[in-house]
T-cell receptor, first 115, second 114 residues
Framework: AQKVTQAQTEISVVEKEDVTLDCVYETRDTTYYLFWYKQPPSGELVFLIRRNSFDEQNEISGRYSWNFQKSTSSFNFTITASQVVDSAVYFCALRGMDSSYKLIFGSGTRLLVRP | SQTIHQWPATLVQPVGSPLSLECTVEGTSNPNLYWYRQAAGRGLQLLFYSVGIGQISSEVPQNLSASRPQDRQFILSSKKLLLSDSGFYLC?????????????FGDGTRLSIL
């Protein structure tokens, strides 16, 4: 069975702090894809990043960085120098190779960045 | 470019009334389509998905149904709404045969049942 666990329900930081959101996944597929989405207070889900199971290279995009480690089945997300606009719920998701291409979402981490 | 539209944005309905939420995708063909529900402060629950016209798979037994009358149209319905149907409903699409591509979401519909 496939599963995504985001153990941190809510994180509160002060602006300019660095924060890491954890994501641990379970799958028996050898090929799979991992995603991060941001849900701001307005509600829409915004796609942030995708990572393939065969590509463990970490990625940095501005203040955002992602650490993918197959050995620990983790795909963690770090925001450097957080800003108030980063306040949102962040979801990690897993997709296997069945034809529906369903996403298995974690329960989300609510990030509050205080000024 | 591809876009996804959902309407209405907000809906208040009495218990026992019918429901119809519509989702359309533009700029792509043969998409996979999905309906999700998010209860207040909770995660996303996949309700239905469709890999083609008239092909609907249900993930959770419930009071709702879905239909796909056209390639890029996905409709979520109910004959009689329950209080437990309240929530935030999101439609999403992804490219068929492209598991490496993300799902793209609409802006959602906030449904309140009175």
């Amino acid at each position: 069975a496939q599963k995504v666990t985001q153990a941190q329900t809510e994180i509160s930081v002060v602006e300019k702090e660095d924060v890491t959101l954890d994501c641990v996944y379970e799958t028996r597929d050898t090929t799979y894809y991992l995603f991060w989405y941001k849900q701001p207070p307005s509600g829409e889900l915004v796609f942030l990043i995708r990572r393939n199971s065969f590509d463990e290279q970490n990625e940095i995009s501005g203040r955002y960085s992602w650490n993918f480690q197959k050995s620990t089945s983790s795909f963690n997300f770090t925001i450097t120098a957080s800003q108030v606009v980063d306040s949102a719920v962040y979801f990690c998701a897993l997709r296997g190779m069945d034809s529906s291409y369903k996403l298995i979402f974690g329960s989300g981490t609510r990030l509050l960045v205080r000024p | 470019s591809q876009t996804i539209h959902q309407w209405p944005a907000t809906l208040v309905q009495p218990v026992g009334s019918p429901l119809s939420l519509e989702c359309t995708v533009e700029g792509t063909s043969n998409p996979n389509l999905y309906w999700y529900r998010q209860a207040a402060g909770r995660g996303l629950q996949l309700l239905f998905y469709s890999v083609g016209i008239g092909q609907i798979s249900s993930e959770v037994p419930q009071n709702l149904s879905a239909s796909r009358p056209q390639d890029r149209q996905f409709i979520l319905s109910s004959k009689k709404l329950l209080l437990s149907d309240s929530g935030f409903y999101l439609c999403a699409w992804s490219g068929r045969g492209r598991p490496n591509q993300p799902q793209h979401f609409g802006d959602g519909t906030r449904l309140s049942i009175l």
